[in-house]
């Protein structure tokens, strides 16, 4: 089995795969104070609540944008659970083009995205990451990854308006039944979900309009929020919402991992 690490900046996706298929994932808190110790204890646990053990792990791969915790993790993996960890970077012979002005400063975690998509999303698409921040990839049918966009995540800007508003209260993040809301809840949710669903609409319009092949690309949505927000959309055509899991299975066979 492959263990799958996406760390990012608020949270750690862990995913347990075996073959093709994703057994089983769950999510940390992105915690730079957690001694590689107390990270092999939460991974060891997880794994052990999923019914494995952690001799069933044969390799680990990760992609993080997040230095500050990614050293201890890989220590706490290699002491606790395998010697085998590969690591996406923009350097790796991973079979995917960076066509972009700075492919060094491509985030490990929008390669994986463009792994998965070529493989499970085959023709020119742009994936939609819901994450801290909601990323914009831009993959072509021949495997080129061309740039993208980078905006507020909908949780980020959730959380910096309730933060920023003495009046406004956090609010739980459900599908909003009307746009004119009738309680302060209802706001937020109406203002937060829509203003987002329009934006993505409005993004893909703009990078559809940009496109520099023949054909309309589709819009495939990941990350944990896409359920929530593809619904709301005109423009998202499917959800997978462990595409960038899939990336890191992809990429740990690219990256020898299993030999």
Same mark, same amino acid.
């Given at each position: 089995?492959? /263990?799958?690490?996406?760390?990012?900046?608020?949270?750690?996706?862990?995913? /347990?795969?075996?073959?093709?298929?994703?057994?089983?994932?769950?999510?940390?808190?992105?915690?730079?104070?957690?001694?590689?110790?107390?990270?092999?204890?939460? =991974?060891?646990?997880?794994?052990?609540?999923?019914?494995?053990?952690?001799?069933?792990?044969?390799?680990?791969?990760?992609?993080?944008?997040?230095?500050?915790?990614?050293?201890?993790?890989?220590?706490?993996?290699?002491?606790?659970?395998?010697?085998?960890?590969?690591?996406?970077?923009?350097?790796?012979?991973?079979?995917?083009?960076?066509?972009?002005?700075?492919? /060094?400063?491509?985030?490990?975690?929008?390669?994986?995205?463009?792994?998965?998509?070529?493989?499970?999303?085959? !023709? !020119?698409?742009?994936? +939609?990451?819901?994450?801290?921040?909601?990323?914009?990839?831009?993959?072509?049918?021949?495997?080129?990854?061309?740039?993208?966009?980078?905006?507020?995540? =909908?949780?980020?800007?959730?959380?910096?308006?309730?933060?920023?508003?003495?009046?406004?209260?956090?609010?739980?993040?459900?599908?909003?039944?009307?746009?004119? !809301?009738?309680?302060?809840?209802?706001?937020?949710?109406?203002? +937060?979900?829509? !203003?987002?669903?329009?934006?993505?609409?409005?993004?893909?319009?703009?990078?559809?309009?940009?496109?520099?092949?023949?054909?309309?690309?589709?819009?495939?949505?990941?990350?944990?929020?896409?359920?929530?927000?593809?619904?709301?959309?005109?423009?998202?055509?499917?959800?997978?919402?462990?595409?960038?899991?899939?990336? /890191?299975?992809?990429?740990?066979?690219?990256?020898?991992?299993?030999?």
């Amino acid at each position: 089995m492959l /263990l799958a690490l996406d760390i990012g900046n608020t949270e750690i996706t862990v995913g /347990l795969i075996q073959g093709d298929e994703v057994r089983g994932h769950w999510r940390l808190t992105t915690n730079p104070d957690r001694t590689p110790d107390e990270w092999g204890v939460a =991974l060891e646990a997880f794994l052990v609540r999923a019914g494995h053990s952690p001799a069933e792990i044969r390799a680990a791969c990760i992609a993080s944008v997040a230095p500050a915790v990614t050293q201890s993790l890989v220590a706490a993996i290699r002491s606790a659970i395998t010697p085998r960890v590969g690591m996406i970077t923009a350097t790796a012979d991973l079979g995917v083009e960076l066509d972009v002005d700075e492919p /060094l400063a491509v985030g490990p975690d929008r390669i994986a995205n463009v792994i998965a998509a070529l493989e499970r999303h085959p !023709g !020119g698409c742009v994936v +939609v990451d819901f994450g801290t921040a909601t990323t914009f990839d831009c993959i072509t049918a021949d495997g080129r990854f061309i740039g993208g966009a980078i905006m507020p995540g =909908l949780r980020t800007s959730a959380d910096q308006l309730v933060r920023r508003a003495a009046k406004l209260t956090a609010t739980e993040l459900i599908a909003p039944e009307r746009a004119i !809301g009738r309680r302060t809840d209802e706001h937020i949710r109406s203002g +937060v979900l829509f !203003g987002t669903a329009d934006a993505i609409d409005g993004m893909v319009r703009r990078i559809r309009a940009e496109w520099p092949v023949d054909g309309t690309p589709r819009v495939i949505a990941t990350g944990g929020l896409a359920p929530l927000i593809a619904p709301l959309t005109t423009s998202i055509d499917a959800v997978d919402a462990d595409l960038t899991l899939h990336g /890191l299975r992809i990429a740990a066979s690219r990256l020898d991992l299993f030999s």
